[in-house]
């Protein structure tokens, strides 16, 4: 039930131009210099937030709309468009960025543990590229700061393996490239470096910003239903969501061990097990340490700090009924499976039973949600996301039979 | 070989050394030496067996390429002279090769690795291996995965345990290709029985072919030694293989070369050869002098692969070789008879041992050892 006070305050902030959301419920805003925050277990965490326009670095620019939405006719976005779908960005010229960010599959990959170039497996759960221009830390374990530092590493590596000198060397080959990377920027003397660019400029167009849940927070109050309201209202208090999932993103860009169940892959098949430990090897854990753990340490991997072993990013929430299966190691099929999980107060500890000390988050505790709640919690999480985000698939430019020399 | 005063590529440190050393007798590619003497291949040293069995296993293990579809005896064929039989090699997956792949027989003597010499040889095969290993356009493998994936196979395991006293790594992987490859020399050779005093070894035919080669045909003067080859580069005019401008041949090309950081290699019309190496504009278009042993097993010829056969390699050279701006003066119309070519061909022919005896079907995909689980320590799996 929305109370009749706030429906008002909502119909005047509305009326004067002001998005202000209807908070509902029993979690009560507090509001503090000028921003709503909730309250639990004695700590402020800011409410949730409609997404306006990301954010667009100085040192890659690109034309945005009197907003600053970015454009779609952009040169940068056009060429960035045809090299998320261009299979060249690989070692063996089979793999393309959309291979692992299907759009049709939320922009991610509908499997636990995502493919990798053929011969090998990769070892996390294939994340969604939509919104991931909002993000400061990007990765499961939030290895990577910028979409342009994070493309070549998703080229290379476990991802598609390819070298940089070749793919360079099969774009410049292409005649339509070459002129697309002139008008893009000016010239194509650096073409990976710019593709990376490119890639950046044109993801920044893969937002989703009208989902019901911005809608209701800038004040459309039809735009959830009543029990997503409900739902809301427990995101915010009882179930303690808010505490991490906060603020524009829904997600406060930490790192949290939640006690997430093992990905049984990672004994069961020997091709996902060498995926697994291959990474644990590259990020130079000792084998001692590997091999008595079949769980992922996250953060830990980039910090060899012992209290990050096992933390992973608090991911956004928006568009995530499109991605399903959930966490970094793809462990849930569903929301509903993901809420129970939260209603437990989160898993056993792996890191405690593998190294014999914790760094599970003291945040999750058994939430005593009834079905009802949990269902409106799901509810009011579907309401993340807005329509579906589809894209001409591009023809991309053939390269030519023979190339000719000037 | 000459001054190696290059920028740009990751040998330079090697090559520093190098260059000091040779700055003193530096001598261009035209004016050469007094050759050596040919002579029989050296007694060498054969590595632990236990390692070299390993190696083994390497050089037909596909596993060991990012994709899991090339090794080493994709393109180094035992039954094909441990060469690949086009004239122009394939590559990894998705990608095509600009060259002949080489032999790998007798590769422990070589000075130096490749048709642009671009790798120091010195017995140091597994930096080679590494290469190979790494290469986008041969086997693109990460290394670290490599180790990894050899750990999953039990068998391989026990191998590893047995001569190195711990388990797969890329280190001993590649320590291991390079002490299988010492083991590929030549064996029973007609001309090294002959040299060692079996004056029978060789047919008539055969040493009026070896008269010429030191004499009339004066191929001596790069085929020299107990390798037949100088290590020096040098330019023939082989024709261009047009095939190179294939797209996916001639993006390995521009990938390669723009890794050497050759200059203007985004337009190259043709293989620089030994220029990506040194840069050096009187070295566009050179090659390192292959070694002729086991050469009658590894047609087509030249580092392009455009000479089909020993006869059209000895025609070739009859005719004052081809236009070149680089061209070696050496080479230059020689006059012989038909039955001096023959006779060339015949002493070519006598350069190759016995088949050592190994065979691709032994090692196909069926009878591999297949990857198992691993055990985690301390649970169950």
């Not at chain 1, 006719?73 to 393309?96: I, T, Y």
Request: charged share 25%; hydrophobic share 35%; with cysteine.
């Amino acid at each position: 039930m929305i109370s009749t006070a706030l429906r008002l305050l909502a119909v005047a902030a509305m009326a004067l131009g002001l998005a202000l959301p209807a908070w509902a419920g029993t979690a009560k805003p507090v509001q503090k210099d000028g921003k709503t925050y909730f309250e639990i277990d004695g700590e402020l965490f800011p409410a949730l937030e409609p997404l306006g326009p990301p954010p667009i670095p100085k040192d890659n620019p690109q034309g945005v709309d009197a907003d600053g939405w970015p454009l779609k006719n952009d040169p940068k976005v056009k060429l960035g468009h045809f090299l998320f779908f261009e299979p060249a960005l690989s070692g063996d010229g089979s793999v393309s960025c959309q291979t692992c960010h299907v759009q049709g599959a939320g922009w991610a990959l509908n499997s636990a543990i995502s493919r990798s170039y053929p011969g090998q497996s990769h070892w996390r759960n294939s994340q969604s590229v939509v919104n991931a221009a909002y993000m400061s830390k990007l990765f499961w374990d939030g290895h990577t700061a910028s979409l342009e530092t994070q493309a070549p590493s998703a080229a290379k590596g476990l991802a598609g393996n390819g070298k940089q000198d070749m793919m360079t060397a099969r774009l410049t080959v292409v005649p339509e490239y070459v002129e697309m990377f002139e008008a893009a920027f000016g010239s194509a003397n650096n073409p990976i470096h710019d593709a990376w660019r490119a890639l950046s400029a044109f993801q920044r167009t893969l937002t989703s910003t009208d989902s019901p849940v911005d809608r209701y927070l800038r004040g459309e109050e039809d735009a959830l239903d009543e029990a997503q309201v409900r739902g809301m209202d427990l995101f915010n208090g009882k179930a303690r969501c808010i505490m991490c999932h906060n603020g524009k993103l829904a997600s406060d860009e930490k790192f949290y061990n939640l006690g997430l169940p093992r990905q049984p892959l990672f004994s069961n098949i020997a091709k996902n097990q060498i995926g697994f430990r291959s990474q644990n090897y590259g990020a130079g854990l000792p084998e001692e340490m590997f091999r008595k753990t079949k769980s992922d340490l996250g953060l830990y991997h980039r910090t060899h700090n012992h209290e990050d072993a096992g933390l992973f990013r608090t991911q956004p929430l928006r568009f995530i009924e499109y991605t399903p299966p959930y966490y970094h190691n793809g462990v849930m099929d569903d929301l509903f499976e993901v809420v129970e999980f939260y209603n437990q107060g989160g898993g056993e500890d792996y890191i405690l039973k593998d190294f014999g000390y914790s760094t599970k988050t003291d945040r999750l505790k058994e939430l005593n949600l009834s079905d009802d709640e949990m269902d409106d919690l799901v509810a009011f999480l579907e309401g993340f996301s807005g329509p579906e985000i589809l894209v001409q698939i591009p023809l991309l430019p053939k390269p030519p039979e023979r190339v000719s020399t000037k | 070989m000459t001054a190696r005063g290059t920028t740009g590529t990751r040998w330079v440190l090697v090559w520093a050394g190098v260059s000091l050393v040779a700055l003193g007798l530096s001598m261009g590619t035209a004016a050469a030496a007094e050759p050596r003497p040919l002579a029989p291949l050296p007694k060498a040293e054969m590595p632990d067996p236990a390692k070299v069995e390993i190696g083994k296993y390497m050089f037909f293990e596909k596993r060991l390429s990012g994709d899991g579809d090339r090794s080493c005896a994709d393109c180094h064929i035992p039954e094909k002279g441990w060469a690949f039989p086009e004239p122009l090699s394939i590559g990894y997956p998705g990608t095509l090769h600009y060259r002949n792949a080489k032999t790998v027989m007798n590769v422990r003597f070589a000075k130096y690795f490749y048709w642009d010499g671009r790798l120091d040889g010195g017995n140091d095969l597994p930096t080679q291996a590494r290469d190979a290993m790494t290469d986008s356009h041969f086997m693109a493998a990460d290394g670290r995965i490599m180790g990894q994936r050899m750990k999953q196979i039990p068998e391989y395991v026990k191998m590893f345990k047995k001569a190195y006293g711990g388990e797969p790594h890329f280190g001993l992987i590649i320590k291991a290709l390079g002490d299988f490859e010492k083991t590929l020399v030549s064996k029973n050779v007609p001309f090294d029985n002959y040299l060692k005093g079996n004056k029978g070894a060789l047919s008539a035919e055969a040493k009026e072919g070896l008269a010429l080669f030191e004499g009339k045909a004066n191929c001596i003067q790069c085929h020299d030694g107990f390798m037949l080859s100088d290590g020096e580069a040098h330019a023939l005019g082989v024709p261009v293989n047009p095939d190179i401008f294939e797209v996916k041949r001639y993006t390995t090309l521009r990938s390669q070369q723009m890794f050497l950081g050759t200059p203007n290699y985004r337009n190259l019309k043709s293989d620089p050869g030994f220029f990506g190496t040194e840069k050096n504009n009187k070295y566009f278009g050179t090659f390192v002098t292959p070694s002729l042993r086991e050469v009658s097993k590894t047609a087509p010829y030249m580092h392009n692969g455009m000479l089909p056969t020993l006869e059209s390699v000895v025609d070739f050279y009859n005719e004052g070789g081809g236009p070149a701006v680089n061209q070696d003066p050496l080479i230059k119309p020689l006059g012989l008879t038909a039955a001096e070519k023959g006779a060339l061909v015949e002493f070519l022919k006598s350069l190759a041992g016995d088949d050592l005896g190994y065979r691709t079907a032994d090692y196909s995909e069926d009878k591999r050892p297949p990857y198992e689980l691993l055990k985690w320590v301390g649970q169950d799996n």
